[in-house]
Each structure stands twice: as structure tokens, then as C-alpha cells.
């Protein structure tokens, strides 16, 4: 059973970094052919796709969002992580991490698997 668990502050305070981790079990983040997206949803609004790693390490961000993301990860410990720079309350939101068979999750597929989530809220 492949289960994903979000970690981190959260709360933020504007201007400062925002780090998530994603710790997997039951599956490798090196697994060929898998990537492993963070995807936040805000209050009211839809899903966001934010990036992925893929099975080999590659990244891959959102245009919006690339100049204030960095997703790595840590192959000795199942993990990877999210940080979103210069943060703003706009960046207040659900932030999931996801495992798919695509780099791009608009949506989500019976194949993939899904974190809990975890509500980050960036104030003063």
C-alpha cells in the first residue's frame, strides 16, 4: 500500500520560506516511471499543480511558480521536499503531495496516490 504523508509548518510568516516534506512508504521514489508532484488547492479555488521530481530526479515546475520553487528530494530517506520563496498570503492553501504516472496533474486519476495534505497559512 503506497502511502504519502505531507510535513512541515503551518504557519508562515509573509516574505519567508515556505518547506514542506512528502515522506512515501510503500513504494520508492526511484521507482522507474513514477513522479512525484506537490499540488496546493486554496481556500475557494481549484487544484494548482506546482512541480514534480520524477523517478530519475529531473524537475519540472509550473511556469508561475518557477522563480520561487525548489522540489529535491532525499533518496536515502523515501522523501522530497517543496520550497516556495518569498511567500505572500496568497500562497495560503492546502499543499498536497502526489504520486502519478504523468509530471503534470491537473486533475486527479484513480492511479494515483494522494498525501492527506496539509493546510499552510502564510500571516503576520
Known amino acids: 500500500q503506497v502511502q504519502l504523508q505531507e510535513s512541515g509548518p503551518g504557519l508562515v510568516k509573509p516574505s519567508q520560506t515556505l518547506s514542506l516534506t512528502c515522506t512515501v512508504s510503500g513504494d520508492s521514489i526511484r521507482n522507474f516511471g513514477y513522479y512525484w508532484s506537490w499540488i496546493r488547492q486554496p481556500p475557494g479555488k481549484g487544484l494548482e499543480w506546482m512541480g514534480a521530481i520524477a523517478w530519475s530526479g529531473s524537475t519540472t515546475y509550473s511556469p508561475s511558480l518557477k522563480s520561487r520553487t525548489s522540489i529535491s528530494r532525499d533518496t536515502s530517506k523515501n522523501q522530497f521536499a517543496l520550497q516556495l520563496n518569498s511567500v505572500t498570503p496568497e500562497d495560503t492553501a492546502v499543499y498536497y503531495c502526489?504520486?502519478?504516472?504523468?509530471?503534470?496533474?491537473?486533475?486527479?486519476?484513480?492511479?494515483?496516490?494522494w498525501g492527506q495534505g496539509t493546510q499552510v497559512t502564510v500571516s503576520s
Open positions: 502526489v504520486r502519478a504516472r504523468r509530471v503534470l496533474v491537473t486533475t486527479p486519476s484513480p492511479d494515483d496516490y
